[in-house]
Protein backbone atom coordinates (compact mmCIF):
# COMPACT_ATOMS: atom_id res chain seq x y z
CA UNK A 1 0.00 0.00 0.00
CA UNK A 2 3.10 2.40 1.16
CA UNK A 3 4.74 1.67 -2.28
CA UNK A 4 1.57 2.03 -4.61
CA UNK A 5 1.33 5.24 -2.37
CA UNK A 6 4.78 6.28 -3.47
CA UNK A 7 4.54 5.78 -6.55
CA UNK A 8 1.46 7.68 -7.45
CA UNK A 9 3.40 10.50 -4.92
CA UNK A 10 6.22 10.94 -7.51
CA UNK A 11 3.73 10.89 -10.51
CA UNK A 12 2.08 13.51 -8.92
CA UNK A 13 4.74 15.56 -7.37
CA UNK A 14 6.45 15.93 -10.54
CA UNK A 15 3.79 18.95 -11.71
CA UNK A 16 4.43 20.38 -8.21
CA UNK A 17 8.28 20.28 -9.27
CA UNK A 18 7.76 22.26 -12.38
CA UNK A 19 5.34 24.85 -10.30
CA UNK A 20 8.67 25.30 -7.55
CA UNK A 21 10.99 25.51 -10.59
CA UNK A 22 8.75 28.02 -12.57
CA UNK A 23 8.30 30.16 -9.45
CA UNK A 24 12.16 30.18 -9.39
CA UNK A 25 12.21 31.95 -12.65
CA UNK A 26 11.05 35.44 -10.84
CA UNK A 27 12.35 34.67 -7.24
CA UNK A 28 15.98 34.48 -6.46
CA UNK A 29 16.71 32.29 -3.34
CA UNK A 30 13.57 32.05 -0.56
CA UNK A 31 13.23 28.56 -1.11
CA UNK A 32 11.85 28.27 2.79
CA UNK A 33 9.12 30.19 1.53
CA UNK A 34 8.30 28.85 -1.60
CA UNK A 35 8.39 25.52 -0.09
CA UNK A 36 5.85 26.21 2.99
CA UNK A 37 3.89 28.37 0.59
CA UNK A 38 3.68 25.20 -1.50
CA UNK A 39 3.17 23.19 2.05
CA UNK A 40 0.14 25.79 2.64
CA UNK A 41 -1.62 25.31 -0.32
CA UNK A 42 -1.27 21.27 -0.37
CA UNK A 43 -2.51 21.19 3.18
CA UNK A 44 -5.24 23.41 2.56
CA UNK A 45 -4.03 26.05 4.63
CA UNK A 46 -3.36 29.59 4.99
CA UNK A 47 0.26 31.36 5.63
CA UNK A 48 0.88 34.37 7.89
CA UNK A 49 4.86 35.42 6.70
CA UNK A 50 6.56 38.00 9.03
CA UNK A 51 9.69 39.88 7.62
CA UNK A 52 11.17 42.98 6.45
CA UNK A 53 10.14 44.94 3.63
CA UNK A 54 11.66 44.32 -0.03
CA UNK A 55 11.80 40.58 0.55
CA UNK A 56 9.56 39.54 -2.29
CA UNK A 57 6.66 38.11 -0.57
CA UNK A 58 4.54 40.08 -2.66
CA UNK A 59 6.45 38.96 -6.10
CA UNK A 60 5.89 35.23 -4.64
CA UNK A 61 2.90 34.73 -4.18
CA UNK A 62 2.03 36.96 -7.27
CA UNK A 63 4.42 34.01 -9.04
CA UNK A 64 2.62 31.13 -7.20
CA UNK A 65 -0.92 32.42 -8.88
CA UNK A 66 0.70 33.06 -12.17
CA UNK A 67 2.27 29.63 -12.22
CA UNK A 68 -0.92 27.82 -11.40
CA UNK A 69 -3.29 29.92 -14.05
CA UNK A 70 -5.65 31.19 -11.18
CA UNK A 71 -7.13 34.23 -9.88
CA UNK A 72 -4.79 36.64 -7.50
CA UNK A 73 -5.59 39.60 -5.58
CA UNK A 74 -3.24 41.66 -3.70
CA UNK A 75 -5.04 43.69 -0.67
CA UNK A 76 -3.38 46.74 1.08
CA UNK A 77 -4.63 46.56 4.58
CA UNK A 78 -4.67 50.24 5.93
CA UNK A 79 -6.15 52.04 8.88
CA UNK A 80 -9.49 53.64 6.74
CA UNK A 81 -10.10 50.09 5.32
CA UNK A 82 -13.91 48.76 6.04
CA UNK A 83 -15.34 45.19 5.56
CA UNK A 84 -17.18 46.38 2.95
CA UNK A 85 -14.07 47.45 0.88
CA UNK A 86 -12.67 43.64 1.36
CA UNK A 87 -15.64 41.27 1.24
CA UNK A 88 -18.33 43.45 -1.03
CA UNK A 89 -20.89 45.37 -0.43
CA UNK A 90 -24.66 45.34 -1.13
CA UNK A 91 -25.69 48.38 -4.04
CA UNK A 92 -29.10 50.18 -4.64
CA UNK A 93 -30.52 50.32 -7.85
CA UNK A 94 -32.60 52.96 -8.93
CA UNK A 95 -33.58 51.70 -11.97
CA UNK A 96 -34.33 48.02 -10.91
CA UNK A 97 -35.76 49.20 -7.69
CA UNK A 98 -33.51 46.62 -5.64
CA UNK A 99 -30.59 46.14 -4.43
CA UNK A 100 -27.57 44.29 -6.51
CA UNK A 101 -24.49 42.49 -4.75
CA UNK A 102 -20.92 44.06 -5.60
CA UNK A 103 -18.53 41.50 -4.64
CA UNK A 104 -15.03 42.74 -3.30
CA UNK A 105 -11.52 41.57 -4.04
CA UNK A 106 -11.76 38.66 -1.38
CA UNK A 107 -13.87 36.68 -4.40
CA UNK A 108 -10.18 35.05 -6.00
CA UNK A 109 -7.92 32.10 -5.26
CA UNK A 110 -4.63 33.40 -4.28
CA UNK A 111 -4.99 36.63 -2.02
CA UNK A 112 -2.28 38.72 -0.43
CA UNK A 113 -3.23 40.28 3.08
CA UNK A 114 -0.28 42.67 2.88
CA UNK A 115 0.52 44.19 6.48
CA UNK A 116 -2.44 43.05 7.68
CA UNK A 117 -2.15 44.26 11.10
CA UNK A 118 -2.16 47.67 9.74
CA UNK A 119 -6.25 47.50 9.21
CA UNK A 120 -8.90 47.43 12.40
CA UNK A 121 -9.79 44.88 14.15
CA UNK A 122 -13.11 44.53 11.96
CA UNK A 123 -11.72 44.40 8.88
CA UNK A 124 -8.87 41.30 10.34
CA UNK A 125 -12.09 39.69 11.41
CA UNK A 126 -13.93 39.81 7.92
CA UNK A 127 -10.75 37.98 6.51
CA UNK A 128 -10.33 35.43 8.65
CA UNK A 129 -14.06 34.18 8.75
CA UNK A 130 -14.01 33.98 5.30
CA UNK A 131 -10.59 32.15 5.56
CA UNK A 132 -12.04 29.86 8.12
CA UNK A 133 -15.72 29.46 6.88
CA UNK A 134 -14.63 29.68 2.94
CA UNK A 135 -17.85 31.57 2.25
CA UNK A 136 -18.98 34.92 2.85
CA UNK A 137 -22.40 36.46 3.51
CA UNK A 138 -23.35 40.14 2.07
CA UNK A 139 -26.52 40.77 3.16
CA UNK A 140 -29.05 38.09 3.32
CA UNK A 141 -26.83 36.54 0.56
CA UNK A 142 -24.11 34.08 0.98
CA UNK A 143 -21.37 33.27 -1.30
CA UNK A 144 -19.03 30.46 -1.60
CA UNK A 145 -15.41 31.19 -2.38
CA UNK A 146 -13.23 29.32 -4.94
CA UNK A 147 -11.08 26.60 -4.70
CA UNK A 148 -7.76 26.47 -4.13
CA UNK A 149 -8.55 29.46 -1.48
CA UNK A 150 -5.04 30.36 -0.44
CA UNK A 151 -4.80 33.60 2.20
CA UNK A 152 -0.73 34.40 2.42
CA UNK A 153 -0.73 37.82 4.64
CA UNK A 154 2.28 39.76 5.74
CA UNK A 155 3.00 42.10 8.63
CA UNK A 156 6.35 43.70 9.57
CA UNK A 157 8.12 43.31 12.88
CA UNK A 158 9.82 46.92 13.03
CA UNK A 159 7.31 49.30 12.22
CA UNK A 160 4.86 49.10 14.85
CA UNK A 161 3.43 53.04 15.11
CA UNK A 162 -0.23 52.73 13.77
CA UNK A 163 -0.87 49.18 14.02
CA UNK A 164 -3.43 46.59 15.16
CA UNK A 165 -1.79 43.46 16.35
CA UNK A 166 -3.80 40.21 15.85
CA UNK A 167 -5.31 38.95 18.42
CA UNK A 168 -4.03 35.26 19.74
CA UNK A 169 -7.41 34.01 18.25
CA UNK A 170 -7.50 35.36 15.02
CA UNK A 171 -3.52 34.03 14.55
CA UNK A 172 -4.92 30.45 15.46
CA UNK A 173 -6.81 30.61 11.89
CA UNK A 174 -3.15 30.34 9.82
CA UNK A 175 -1.79 26.89 9.64
CA UNK A 176 1.69 28.23 9.16
CA UNK A 177 3.95 30.82 10.19
CA UNK A 178 6.85 31.88 8.69
CA UNK A 179 9.92 34.03 9.84
CA UNK A 180 11.62 35.68 6.61
CA UNK A 181 15.33 36.61 6.80
CA UNK A 182 17.50 38.72 4.67
CA UNK A 183 18.98 37.02 1.17
CA UNK A 184 22.59 35.81 1.34
CA UNK A 185 25.31 38.16 -0.41
CA UNK A 186 25.65 35.67 -3.89
CA UNK A 187 21.57 35.90 -3.80
CA UNK A 188 21.50 39.74 -3.26
CA UNK A 189 24.05 39.84 -5.55
CA UNK A 190 21.90 37.94 -8.00
CA UNK A 191 18.60 39.60 -7.32
CA UNK A 192 20.34 43.43 -8.03
CA UNK A 193 21.87 42.18 -11.78
CA UNK A 194 18.41 40.57 -12.43
CA UNK A 195 16.65 44.19 -11.82
CA UNK A 196 19.08 46.25 -12.97
CA UNK A 197 20.04 43.87 -16.41
CA UNK A 198 15.36 43.97 -16.38
CA UNK A 199 16.11 40.18 -16.36
CA UNK A 200 13.57 39.21 -13.71
CA UNK A 201 11.95 36.06 -15.87
CA UNK A 202 8.28 35.88 -16.67
CA UNK A 203 6.15 33.14 -14.98
CA UNK A 204 3.70 31.34 -16.99
CA UNK A 205 1.36 28.86 -15.90
CA UNK A 206 2.53 25.26 -16.04
CA UNK A 207 -0.65 24.05 -13.66
CA UNK A 208 -4.07 24.14 -13.33
CA UNK A 209 -6.43 25.09 -10.02
CA UNK A 210 -7.83 21.23 -10.55
CA UNK A 211 -3.95 19.71 -10.15
CA UNK A 212 -3.73 21.12 -6.95
CA UNK A 213 -7.58 19.73 -5.97
CA UNK A 214 -6.11 16.50 -6.97
CA UNK A 215 -2.63 16.57 -5.59
CA UNK A 216 -4.55 17.80 -2.03
CA UNK A 217 -6.60 14.60 -2.28
CA UNK A 218 -3.56 12.24 -2.59
CA UNK A 219 -1.96 14.46 0.28
CA UNK A 220 -4.68 13.42 2.39
CA UNK A 221 -4.18 9.52 1.64
CA UNK A 222 -0.33 10.05 2.54
CA UNK A 223 0.14 7.08 5.47
CA UNK A 224 0.96 8.23 8.70
CA UNK A 225 1.70 5.83 11.43
CA UNK A 226 -0.42 5.61 14.58
CA UNK A 227 2.99 6.30 16.68
CA UNK A 228 3.43 9.39 15.04
CA UNK A 229 0.04 10.45 15.63
CA UNK A 230 0.82 10.14 18.96
CA UNK A 231 4.44 12.23 18.72
CA UNK A 232 2.28 14.67 17.61
CA UNK A 233 -0.23 15.26 20.01
CA UNK A 234 2.79 14.25 22.60
CA UNK A 235 4.54 17.43 20.82
CA UNK A 236 1.48 19.43 21.47
CA UNK A 237 1.02 18.40 25.02
CA UNK A 238 4.11 19.39 26.21
CA UNK A 239 3.18 22.93 25.14
CA UNK A 240 1.01 22.76 27.16
CA UNK A 241 2.37 20.33 30.61
CA UNK A 242 5.77 20.55 30.02
CA UNK A 243 6.39 18.90 33.47
CA UNK A 244 4.85 15.81 32.28
CA UNK A 245 7.50 15.49 30.00
CA UNK A 246 10.57 16.27 32.01
CA UNK A 247 10.94 19.92 30.98
CA UNK A 248 11.19 23.01 33.82
CA UNK A 249 9.37 25.55 31.53
CA UNK A 250 6.13 26.11 33.21
CA UNK A 251 7.18 29.25 34.27
CA UNK A 252 8.17 30.53 30.13
CA UNK A 253 4.52 29.69 28.72
CA UNK A 254 1.50 31.26 29.69
CA UNK A 255 -0.65 29.09 27.09
CA UNK A 256 0.36 26.19 24.76
CA UNK A 257 -0.86 25.29 21.31
CA UNK A 258 -4.19 24.72 20.51
CA UNK A 259 -5.93 21.65 19.09
CA UNK A 260 -5.60 23.18 15.78
CA UNK A 261 -1.77 22.93 16.14
CA UNK A 262 -2.54 18.77 16.59
CA UNK A 263 -4.61 19.06 12.99
CA UNK A 264 -2.20 21.26 11.47
CA UNK A 265 0.74 19.25 11.98
CA UNK A 266 -0.42 16.19 10.62
CA UNK A 267 -1.82 18.01 7.77
CA UNK A 268 1.34 19.92 7.30
CA UNK A 269 3.43 16.93 7.88
CA UNK A 270 1.76 14.63 5.08
CA UNK A 271 2.20 17.99 2.42
CA UNK A 272 5.91 18.18 3.37
CA UNK A 273 6.20 14.32 2.98
CA UNK A 274 4.55 14.37 -0.10
CA UNK A 275 7.05 17.49 -1.81
CA UNK A 276 10.03 14.98 -0.64
CA UNK A 277 8.52 12.44 -2.80
CA UNK A 278 7.35 10.08 -0.36
CA UNK A 279 4.09 8.42 0.35
CA UNK A 280 4.62 8.11 4.28
CA UNK A 281 5.47 10.46 6.78
CA UNK A 282 9.02 10.57 8.66
CA UNK A 283 9.26 12.23 12.63
CA UNK A 284 11.88 14.42 10.27
CA UNK A 285 8.63 15.70 8.57
CA UNK A 286 7.13 16.84 11.59
CA UNK A 287 10.56 18.00 13.24
CA UNK A 288 10.93 19.77 9.61
CA UNK A 289 7.46 21.62 10.08
CA UNK A 290 6.88 21.60 13.15
CA UNK A 291 8.14 25.45 14.17
CA UNK A 292 5.69 27.26 11.27
CA UNK A 293 2.75 25.24 12.93
CA UNK A 294 4.07 26.35 16.94
CA UNK A 295 5.73 29.49 16.89
CA UNK A 296 2.21 31.87 16.99
CA UNK A 297 0.95 28.91 19.10
CA UNK A 298 2.54 29.72 21.79
CA UNK A 299 2.26 32.65 23.90
CA UNK A 300 5.16 33.88 26.59
CA UNK A 301 5.52 34.61 30.09
CA UNK A 302 6.90 38.68 30.84
CA UNK A 303 9.64 36.25 32.49
CA UNK A 304 10.54 34.43 29.12
CA UNK A 305 10.63 37.78 26.95
CA UNK A 306 12.71 39.19 29.68
CA UNK A 307 14.75 36.59 29.45
CA UNK A 308 14.72 36.90 25.69
CA UNK A 309 13.65 33.70 25.63
CA UNK A 310 11.38 33.09 22.09
CA UNK A 311 8.41 30.63 21.19
CA UNK A 312 11.31 29.25 18.49
CA UNK A 313 13.36 28.65 21.38
CA UNK A 314 10.60 26.86 23.79
CA UNK A 315 9.82 24.67 20.58
CA UNK A 316 13.63 23.83 19.53
CA UNK A 317 13.62 22.78 23.36
CA UNK A 318 10.43 20.67 23.19
CA UNK A 319 11.63 18.71 19.81
CA UNK A 320 15.06 17.99 21.51
CA UNK A 321 13.13 16.36 24.43
CA UNK A 322 9.93 14.68 23.29
CA UNK A 323 11.12 11.16 22.75
CA UNK A 324 11.00 10.28 19.23
CA UNK A 325 9.47 7.29 17.99
Given at each position: MIEELTKQVEEKSKSINLLMAEMQKAIVGQEYMLERLIVGLLADGHVLVEGVPGLAKTTTVKALADA????????????????????????????????TVKKGPIFSNIILADEINRAPAKVQSALLEAMQERQVTIGENTFKLGDPFLVMATQNPIEQEGTYPLPE???????????????????????????????????????????????????????????????????????????????????????????RATIYLNQAAKAYAFLQGRGYVTPQD??????????????LTYEAEAEDTTSDDIISLIFDTVEVP
Open positions: ISTGFRRIQFTPDLLPADLIGTQIYMPKAGGFAQVDRFMLKLKITYPNKAEEKDIMLKIANRNNGKVCPVIFPEDIISARELVRKIYIDDKLNDYIVNIVFATREPELYGLDIKNMISYGASPIKSIGADILRHRIL
